[in-house]
Nanobody
Framework: QRQVVESGGGLVQPGGSLRLSCATS????????MGWYRQAPGKQRELVASIASNSSTNYVDSVKGRFTISRDNAVRTAYLQMDNLKPEDTAVYYC??????????WGQGTQVTVSS
């Protein structure tokens, strides 16, 4: 059974840090591009960061220099280290595992709230 499960969300003050984890099972993890998306209330879901099978990374401009995506193929898990968090980072964060155009697996999402 294919599973994508996020964890690590929570409430943090502005300037704080969180580390999200995305644990997978049932997929050939090392071949998949892993992505972190977020969706704030009333807004469309956006791609925050992605890491390809060769570990090349991409980030949306608003998080460059603050967020770091990584992967550990041995434990089939992707991570998103979020530093210097801002209130505008508040959203539900979703993990996506993608292989080509047709194979996409989503997690259930984890809430990140940045507030004082």
């Amino acid at each position: 059974q294919r599973q994508v499960v996020e964890s690590g969300g929570g409430l943090v003050q502005p300037g704080g840090s969180l580390r999200l984890s995305c644990a997978t099972s049932g997929i050939a993890f090392s071949f998949f591009t892993m992505g972190w998306y977020r969706q704030a209330p009333g807004k469309q879901r956006e791609l925050v960061a992605s890491i390809a099978s060769n570990s090349s990374t991409n980030y949306v401009d608003s998080v460059k220099g603050r967020f770091t995506i990584s992967r550990d193929n041995a434990v089939r898990t992707a991570y998103l280290q979020m530093d210097n968090l801002k209130p505008e980072d508040t959203a539900v964060y979703y993990c996506n595992a993608a292989l080509g155009a047709t194979r996409h697996f989503w997690g259930q999402g984890t809430q990140v709230t940045v507030s004082s």
